[in-house]
C-alpha cells in the first residue's frame, strides 16, 4: 500500500523548519531579509527563498536519492528531471512579493509527482499559522489543516452553487481578465478575495471559504501548483487551464501558459464554459 507517510513526515517537518527561517527574516526587516528583484522580469526573490531553496533541495535528496527534485531558486537543471517517475516540485516562498511586503499571504509548498501527478502537498502559510497537507493516491485519500497549536481539522470543499460563488484572485498579478470573469459569472466585488501564493489562494478552497481561483494569465509554475493541487485533489477538488485541459507535470516546461481554474469542483465544467467565450477572445488558440 502507497502510503507515503515517510515522505509527508518528512516534507511536515522541512516545512515547518523552512516556515521558522522565513519568518526570523521576515521579522528582522528589510535589511535581512535582503529582497531583490530577479533579471527578465521574474519576480522578487530574498534570501529566505535562496536559503530554503538549498536546504529543502538538500535534505529530500538525501533522503531519496533516487528522485528527483525541481526547486524554483535551482530550477536551471530541470529538464534533467524529466525522465524520472518521482518528482518534487519546491517552492521556497510562493508569494515572495507579499513575503517581502512583511504581509501574511506567502507560503513555503512542498509537493510531490509521480508519474507526472500530483499526488502529495504541504503548504505551510507560516505568517497565518496554518499548515495544510495533502496525500491523494489509489489507497489514500487525505487532507489536513493544523494551526500553530497543533489542532489539526480535515479540510472540506464547499459546494457553494453557480449563483453564489466566492472568488480567490492573485493579489500582486492581478489581470483585468478577471473583471471579466467576474462580470459573467456574476461574483460581485466583495465575493473576490485578493490574496498572494497559488497555495494560499487554493488553500482557501480546501476549506469552503472560497469556491474559484481564476489566473487568466501566463505566469505561474509548476512549482506554485504542485502542493496545492495535490490538496485539492484529495478534497474533491479540479484544476485545470482555462481551457479545461489538465495541467501537465513535464520538467522540460515549466511554466502554466494557459492560465489555471481552480474550484470545488463540483461545478467545474459549468464554470469553464461560462467563461469559454471570454478564453477564445482572449487566444486566439492554446499556447505553451
Ligand atoms: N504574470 C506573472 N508574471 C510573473 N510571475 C507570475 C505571474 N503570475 C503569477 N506569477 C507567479 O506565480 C506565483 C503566484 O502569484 P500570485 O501570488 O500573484 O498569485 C508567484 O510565485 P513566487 O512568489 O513564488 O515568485 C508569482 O511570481
Ligand atoms: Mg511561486
Excluded at 500553530?148 to 472540506?156: E, F, V, Y
Excluded at 463540483?266 to 467565450?277: G, K, M, Q, T, V
Amino acid at each position: 500500500m502507497a502510503t507515503f507517510e515517510p515522505e509527508l513526515r518528512l516534507a511536515l517537518s522541512l516545512a515547518r523548519e523552512a516556515g521558522a527561517l522565513a519568518l526570523a527574516y521576515q521579522t528582522g526587516g528589510a535589511d535581512v531579509m535582503q529582497a531583490r528583484d530577479k533579471p527578465d522580469d521574474a519576480g522578487p526573490v530574498t534570501r529566505a527563498d535562496t536559503e530554503i531553496n538549498t536546504r529543502l533541495v538538500a535534505a529530500l535528496r538525501a533522503a531519496f536519492p533516487g528522485d528527483a527534485v525541481v526547486a524554483e531558486e535551482s530550477a536551471d537543471d530541470a529538464a534533467a528531471a524529466a525522465d524520472v517517475a518521482r518528482c518534487w516540485y519546491i517552492d521556497p516562498i510562493d508569494g515572495t512579493a507579499e513575503y517581502a511586503r512583511g504581509e501574511k499571504c506567502w507560503a513555503i509548498q512542498i509537493g510531490l509527482c509521480i508519474g507526472g501527478e500530483p499526488v502529495l502537498g504541504v503548504v505551510y502559510e507560516a505568517g497565518a499559522g496554518r499548515l495544510s497537507w495533502g496525500v491523494c493516491t489509489h489507497d489514500r485519500r487525505e487532507a489536513f489543516v493544523v494551526d500553530d497549536s497543533g489542532a489539526a481539522a480535515p479540510l472540506k470543499a464547499s459546494a457553494r452553487p453557480l449563483t453564489e460563488l466566492r472568488l480567490v484572485s492573485s493579489l500582486s498579478h492581478a489581470s483585468p481578465k478577471t473583471l471579466e470573469v467576474m462580470r459573467v459569472l456574476a461574483i460581485p466585488p466583495e465575493r473576490n478575495l485578493r490574496l498572494g501564493s497559488v497555495g494560499v489562494k487554493v488553500g482557501v478552497i480546501t476549506r469552503g471559504d472560497a469556491d474559484l481561483y481564476v489566473h487568466p494569465r501566463s505566469g505561474t509554475k509548476l512549482w506554485d501548483t504542485c502542493a496545492p493541487w495535490a490538496l485539492l485533489r484529495a478534497v474533491g477538488g479540479a484544476l485545470t487551464d482555462l481551457w479545461g485541459h489538465p495541467l501537465t507535470y513535464d520538467p522540460r516546461r515549466l511554466g502554466h501558459d494557459n492560465g489555471l481554474v481552480a474550484s470545488h469542483g463540483a461545478h467545474h465544467s459549468e464554470i469553464l464554459a461560462a467563461i469559454r467565450p471570454l478564453v477564445d477572445d482572449w487566444y486566439r488558440s492554446p499556447h505553451g
